[in-house]
Structures are given as C-alpha cells and as structure tokens.
C-alpha cells in the first residue's frame, strides 16, 4: 500500500517539475532556448521556470561556475525544499570543461550533488529534453525513498549550520575544518 | 555594505540626513532580471534607488590566462564564450587582431564571408538584447519573436559550421568552411523574411504606450558622460556620440557598403532600443548588398603565407601547398609571429571590441588582452540609476546589454 | 587591417617638444609612446586636452619571461579620439617590489574599472585610485593571477569549499 502511495506521488512529482535556471553562461541562451518556442519544454511539464527556489524542485545549472559564485550556488541548493534534484548541464558545469584554470570549480559535483549531467559545450535543447526525461524515470524509481523531506526542522537547522559556520568563501585553509578533510578530494 | 565613493558629484542627490530611512537592497548575482551573473547593491529611499554598488567577477573564468596557453587558432573557441549572444563578431574580432600582428591580408572573398557573419551576429545579438528589455518591462510575445527569429539564424550557422552558436568560424587567415550555395540561399530567405518580422516587433512594442513610458527618460547617459566614462556602441550612439569603427576605421569589407550610423540624442533606455532596432534594419542593407555580391576565388589565404591550411589539392599537386601542409601540421613547427604588439578592434554588437595581442615567436600569444565594452557600461549605471525608482534597474540594465561572460572573462 | 587615418605627427611633434626624451616608435599603423613613470600623468592629461577625449582601454603586460625585456611590467593606455578617427598607444613601465603608477580616473572616469582590474590582475597599485579595490577575484584571494608567476591552474583556491552532500540538505 505504502508503495503504491509513493509510485502515486513520484508520477506527480516527475511530471511537473519546476526548474530553477542557475543560469550563469553560454548554455543559460539554450536553456532559454529550450524553454522558447521552437522546442517547448512544457510538453514534458517542465516550463514552469521559477527564479525562487523556495518553489522549484529541478536546479538546472547551466554555464561554469566560478569561486566567486559557488557560495551563492550552495547557498540556492540549500534554500530549495526536498525533495529536489539537479541537473549539471554542459561541460562547464561538469568537469569545467575547456576552463581548466584558477577561477573555475571542476565541476559542481565535488561540492553539491548532482543527478543528471548533459554532455555538450553547449548541450543541444534536444539533449536537454532528454536530460530531463531520464530524470523524470529517475524519479519514478527512487523518488522519495529516503524520505527526507519529512525530515525535521531540527535536523535540517542542524546541517545548514555546517556551511554557514565555514563562512560564504574561506581560502585560509588551516582555519577551515571542513576544507582540511576535503583537501584530500580524490580527484583534485 | 558600503557604497562605492562616487566622484561625479553633479548627478548625486543632495546628501541627506534621513540615513535611517534608507536601506540596503541586494540585487543578484542570480537574479531573474540580470540575465546573467552580476550584483548590485542598491541603496534605497522608499522605491527611489539612491545609489547602486555594482559587483563584477562572478563568471571570472580567466579567459585573458588562457588566451597565454591556447594557439591563435585554438584560443578562438574561448572567444566564442565570451559575449555568447554573438559568437561569430568575438570570432572575427580576434582573428582579426591576430592578423593585425601578423600583417596578413585576407582575400576578398573571406572578408566579405566575414562581413556577412558578423552583421548576421549583430541582427541576432539586438534580438536578444531588444527581447530582454521587452520581456523585463514585460512584454513577452515580443521576446518571442525575436528568439524565433534567432532560431533561424542559428540554423543558418548550423548549415555553415555545424554549431548553433559556438561556431569556433573564423581561423588565422580565412574560415573554417566555405560559404555553400545551400548556406547562401537560406541566408537570403531570410533576408526575404525577416524585414516583416522586424515591423511587426516594431508595430508590436515601438509604440506601445507601456512600454514607452517605462523607458523613455529612464536611465539618461548625456553625450558627455558617455565619452568620459568610455562608453561604444549603440550605448554611445544612442547618447550621441558619432562613433562607429565600421565607418571610422573601415575593416574586411565594411568601406564597400552603402549604410548609416545610428545615432540618437536622448540618451535614454529608449533611445538606446531605437539605435538598435535601427542598426538591424542597416545590417539588412549590409547583408542585402553583400550576399549578392561575394567574390569567387580562395576564401583562405595562399599557400605561400604558410598560415592556413592549404586545401588536399594543393598539397599534392604543388610544393607551396606540401611544405605549408607541413609547417602547420607539426606540433613544434608552426607560423612564425614578431616579437611585437598590437591592438585591433571591431565594431562589435555592443561596442568597440578590441584584442591587445603580444606576440612572441610562435603562435601562442604572450598576452591576450579582450577590451570588454560591457565592463565600462556597467560602470556607468549607478550614474543612470540614481533618481529612478527600482523597478527602472531592470529596464536600465537590459537595454545596456550586459553579458556577463564578457564582463568578467 | 587597422590603420591610422588621421596621422598622428601633429600631436608627437608637440607632444616630443613639450616633454623632451620620449620614445616614440610605430608597428602597422599603429603609433606608440613610451613614458617613463613620474610622467606618465602629465603625458596622458597633456594628450586628454589634445584632443584623446576616450580612454578606450587601460591593461598590462607582465614581461616576466619575454625576450631581451628591461621592465617587468608594462602598462597599456590605448587612447581614441571621438571627433577625429585616430588612435595613439602610451606604453609606462614600472617595476617590482611596489609597482605604482598614478591613476588617471580624475581625466576619464572609464580609468576607474579598468584600473581596478589591473590592480586585481597584476598587483599595480594605482597611486590616487579613490576605491581600489579588487573587480573580479573575491576579496580573500590574495595573489594576481595574470602575473606570469601565478600558475593557470591556480595553487589549490577552486578546491577550496566545503561539500555538500544529500545528507547536509
């Protein structure tokens, strides 16, 4: 019964999500692209693009993201409501794509989950789309399967003090806990 | 949040007692209305905008440090992510400051095929610029038909190069693919097409009495401001300045062609869209005399330059063609570049822009210095802002076009 | 190709006889003056009155590692004039430890960014800047990236953030 509960909740929830467009670059023109008229993402009932994300429950982060700007952008993750996803669109967004350089993060997923990447540099609308579809099939097999937006206001007051007691951009990394363990990023 | 310390004391409000009724606005950097990735702090009294601090650098990805690590033929897929409203004109000014400091001269056909890209980049960018201010005032249909419209001439540059908008088009001493007779056609149709278009955007917002009172009057640049603060392009133009480097400084194919400046003399947001809408109706005139007039022959430069590729016939049938073919193709040969440095710029969609290139010895740049037009406009707008109320930031901004690739590089 | 329309001897010629000792040099049509530093402001408010009414652009060359160069750093003032077509280049060289030049934001107000920038990029201080602050870094990086000490990659600061995970929300 409880199962079916979620399959029912999951059908809703795939197919009207609302996107938040982190839109900092060259693939924000084709995510407005895929939003105008010649591709019209409101077949898959996605249009509803809502700067606020206190509404959204899609991040489409479109374009590189740079040291300046990830604080702002974990700070938006954090104040989006579960349950909520993420799309990493483009190279940039990634691995950094062509910017291998000082000022560029090397993907957002070393600092903020991601569930879907769209490769391309830009994506095609097209492969936007599909991005967006499998997610959706995404979403109904796992959509809340760990509850956590049933979570408490504990909980959560709890775990978005990690970030704000680190400060928005801290480069002194010996003052900086949490840096000193994510020094040793395997990737980096 | 402080406030930047202002040195223009003409246009500041008389400095006011009331500090308590004033207070502090964050605008961005991710903010529906900015489009792209920039801030302001805005200093409010009531809904009147008492000052702006306007914030850059949140897209700073360090292109001018990659232009030192790329070659002058790899580095122009960067430029394409610089102002991504207009790739082809980024493409076209950096090989054109290239071939400045190389001294090559570009065969008439390349640089009419480049005159053509360029004026279609600039069609597209207004579109979207246009489109932005309509859709921030709130006109949406109008938005629409202007994206639609850029659909079509990302087609065409889909036919050309095979890319929508990072077309990577230009290379040192010609272009990367040759005009089709397919490519041609499409552009002419929509020459055909796109002049009804135009008038029914016209019909549609030029006179819209909503429209026009939201920006007529807003956000007045005078002439003077204008040249001080280092402002080009429709920016300037709409203030009255008479610069256009086509005209002044004729580059490619621009000396042949019969067209006009544009030039307004309010100043306002709505002078700056009329610049606009007007300098699409010339870059028809441009493309209308071009594309009926492209000249046959090469569209790279011969093989003796040793700069482009030279075709598979030459290479197999002359020597030219084989030692070229040679000298490019080696990773530890290529072009030789003086120790020298130049500057050139173009008549971008948005303004002048320029490239400083240092050139030493081979075919990295030593220095890659873009001249970024929307860096000195949006330093202009806390001397536009200042009186109107917060609802103008978005119309102000808007129809400066800031694109925030190329503001922060 | 660029060229200078309108030949700029006019305003050498003067320009040579009132401050004595400049280098003057030209490379395709595109006319240079080299100005040693405490003149550098009087050079370039001398050229301001003589008609160069747009600062179009004010950069920096780091000649770290070029070829037979004196100077470290060599700063760009590409100068336009808006009544007639023509262009003139101003070239100061400073050096290390404390670079500094005097800020022309009091002639064209266009300096103030471009010199922020500048300052940001190459650690130049611009002596008389009324708020030079960082324009693109964040204000706790503490190099100048475009120096050519200053590796592409950067020395670690983009890996710099704490992590969030689905767990952290």
């Known amino acids: 019964m409880v199962g079916q509960l979620d399959a029912l909740a999951n059908w809703c929830r795939k197919n009207s999500l609302w996107p938040m467009p982190f839109a900092t670059a060259c693939c924000g023109i084709e995510l407005m692209a895929t939003g105008a008229s010649k591709h019209d993402l409101a077949r898959f009932g996605a249009e509803v693009f809502r700067f606020s994300p206190r509404q959204c429950d899609l991040m489409i982060v479109a374009g590189r993201v740079v040291m300046k700007m990830l604080p702002v952008l974990q700070r938006i993750w954090q104040q989006m409501h579960e349950p909520k996803w993420c799309i990493s669109m483009g190279a940039c967004a990634s691995t950094g794509g062509v910017f291998d350089t000082y000022a560029v993060v090397q993907g957002i997923d070393r600092f903020i989950p991601v569930d879907m990447y769209v490769p391309g540099c830009p994506p095609r609308p097209e492969q936007l789309i599909q991005a967006i579809i499998d997610l959706q099939d995404k979403i109904q097999r796992e959509g809340t399967i760990t509850g956590r937006e049933f979570e408490t206001r504990e909980r959560q007051l709890r775990k978005r003090a990690l970030v704000e007691a680190v400060g928005p951009l801290s480069l002194d990394a010996a003052r900086n806990p949490v840096i000193q363990r994510e020094l040793r990023f395997p990737r980096s | ?409 | 190709m660029t060229t200078d329309p309108s030949p700029t001897a006019d305003i050498l010629e003067t320009l040579v006889a009132r401050f004595p000792g400049l280098e003057t040099s030209a490379y395709r049509g595109q006319t240079r003056v080299v100005v040693g530093e405490p003149a550098s402001f009087e050079v370039l408010s001398f050229l301001a009155a003589a008609g160069f009414d747009l600062l179009v652009d004010v950069t920096c060359v780091d000649y770290l590692e070029y070829r037979g160069a004196k100077r470290r750093y060599g700063l760009v003032y590409l100068l336009a004039s808006t009544a007639t077509p023509r262009r003139l280049t101003v070239r100061v060289f400073v050096d290390d430890p404390e670079p500094a030049v005097r800020s022309v934001v009091g002639v064209w107000r266009s300096a103030d960014w471009l010199e922020r920038e500048v300052w940001d990029m190459f650690g130049i201080r611009f002596v008389g800047h009324p708020d030079l602050r960082r324009l693109m870094m964040p204000e706790q990086f503490t190099a100048h990236p475009l120096r050519k000490d200053y590796p592409l990659q950067g020395r670690g600061e983009r890996h710099n953030f704490p992590v969030l995970t689905r767990e952290d929300g």
């Open chain 2, 1 to 409: 949040m402080s406030i930047a310390p202002d040195h223009d004391t003409r246009v500041r409000p008389a400095a006011t007692r009331e500090e308590d009724y004033l207070w502090t606005l964050n605008f961005g950097p991710q903010h529906p209305a900015t489009h792209t990735t920039l801030r302001l702090v805005l200093k409010l009294e009531g809904e009147r905008v008492v000052d702006a601090m306007p914030e850059m650098g949140y897209l700073h990805s360090g292109f001018e440090k990659i232009g030192e690590h790329l070659t002058f033929n790899q580095y122009v897929t960067v430029t394409d992510r610089m102002n991504y409203i207009s790739p082809m004109a980024n493409n076209v000014a950096w090989h054109h400051a290239v071939e400045t400091l190389l001294g090559i001269d570009l065969t008439p056909r390349c640089k009419v095929i480049r005159t053509i890209v360029a004026e279609l980049a600039r069609i597209s960018d207004h579109l979207l610029c246009n489109g932005a201010v309509g859709l921030d005032t709130g006109a949406f249909t109008f938005f629409l038909y202007g994206f639609y419209q850029r659909e079509v001439i990302y087609d065409i540059f889909e036919t050309l190069c095979g890319a929508r908008f990072t077309n990577s088009y230009t290379r040192v001493g010609g272009v990367s693919h040759d005009f089709t007779p397919l490519v041609i056609e499409k552009i002419r149709t929509f020459l055909r097409t796109f002049p009804k278009t135009l008038d029914d955007m016209e019909r549609l917002l030029t006179r819209n009495r909503i429209f026009v009172d939201r920006t007529k009057g807003v956000g007045v640049l005078t002439k003077e401001q204008a040249i001080n603060g280092g402002a080009s392009g429709p920016v300037a133009r709409a203030s009255g300045v008479t610069r256009d480097l086509r005209k002044d400084e004729p580059y490619l194919a621009y000396a042949d062609y019969d067209f006009q400046i544009c030039c307004a003399a309010a100043g306002d947001c709505y002078a700056r869209y009329l610049v606009r809408m007007q300098e699409m109706r010339e870059s028809l005139k441009i493309l209308n005399q071009a594309i009926e007039n492209i000249p046959a022959g090469e569209v790279n430069v011969g093989a003796d330059q040793r700069v482009a590729r030279p075709t598979k016939e030459q290479v197999y049938s002359t020597i030219e063609g084989t030692i070229s073919h040679f000298e490019l193709s080696m990773s530890n040969r290529s072009f030789e570049v003086p120790y020298e440095e130049s500057y050139a710029a173009i008549e971008a969609p948005n303004g002048e822009l320029g490239f400083y290139v240092v050139g030493d010895g081979d075919d990295t740049a030593y220095r890659a210095r873009c001249r970024p037009p929307s860096v000195l406009h949006f330093s202009l707008f806390p001397q536009l802002i200042r009186g109107h109320t917060h609802s103008d930031v978005v119309a102000v901004l808007g129809s400066l076009n800031i694109i925030a690739a190329e503001l922060d590089r």
